[in-house]
T-cell receptor, first 113, second 109 residues
């Protein structure tokens, strides 16, 4: 088990629901990331937070809303998703300005009905 | 455009063989390159990180090399075991991390 945890591990939601994914890192890192992994496609970087400030937002639809209240916690708030948003959502953390090695959580398998 | 490519997409080998996985990238001005392992439905496990200034890294039966000038990295696995069966992903750090689509490895007992 890594020092990055994610909850829930599985989530099924309707298109009109609101839900949140949670990520917590216990590694003393100062950067956290959200990735989307869909079948047969490379991991897509969604958001990056460094020192609790968002530094990257790769044209992600507004139905995905990140929140980083402190350097150990990261949330992804979900609202009115589409079936094509079904994927594995992975959280990672790293120590920026060092070697930047990323450590990943186990992921949340999201299914949108 | 910055891209990472991994070929082949899938590979099957008998147990005990040594094997090489390939990763190529389009821009040599990288900060680092990281190899991961992913088991089905699970997160990514970091295997090796090579900094831009390094040529290789080793951990147990794994050895990763980096040739920036040719835009290539290889992951060498010695004496493969069935437990090595997984998808292996390569990630390159430029201004952000870019991932390849991975090589799915099956080691046959």
């Amino acid at each position: 088990e890594t020092g990055v945890t994610q909850t829930p591990r599985h989530l099924v939601m309707g298109m009109t629901n609101k839900k949140s994914l949670k990520c917590e890192q216990h590694l003393g890192h100062n950067a956290m990331y959200w990735y989307k992994q869909s079948a047969k496609k490379p991991l897509e970087l969604m958001f990056v937070y460094s020192l609790e400030e968002r530094v990257e937002n790769n044209s992600v639809p507004s139905r995905f809303s990140p929140e980083c209240p402190n350097s150990s916690h990261l949330f992804l708030h979900l609202h009115t998703l589409q079936p094509e948003d079904s994927a594995l959502y992975l959280c990672a953390s790293s120590l920026r300005d060092r070697n930047n090695e990323q450590f990943f959580g186990p992921g949340t398998r999201l299914t949108v009905l | 455009k910055q891209e990472v490519t991994q070929i082949p997409a899938a590979l099957s080998v008998p147990e005990g063989e040594n094997l090489v996985l390939n990763c190529s990238f389009t821009d040599s001005a990288i900060y680092n390159l990281q190899w991961f392992r992913q088991d089905p439905g699970k997160g990514l496990t970091s295997l090796l990180l090579i900094q831009s200034s390094q040529r290789e890294q080793t951990s147990g039966r794994l050895n990763a090399s980096l040739d920036k000038s040719s835009g290539r990295s290889t992951l060498y696995i010695a004496a493969s075991q069935p437990g090595d069966s997984a998808t292996y992903l390569c990630a390159v750090l430029w201004n952000q991390f870019y991932f390849g689509t991975g090589t799915s490895l099956t080691v046959i007992p």
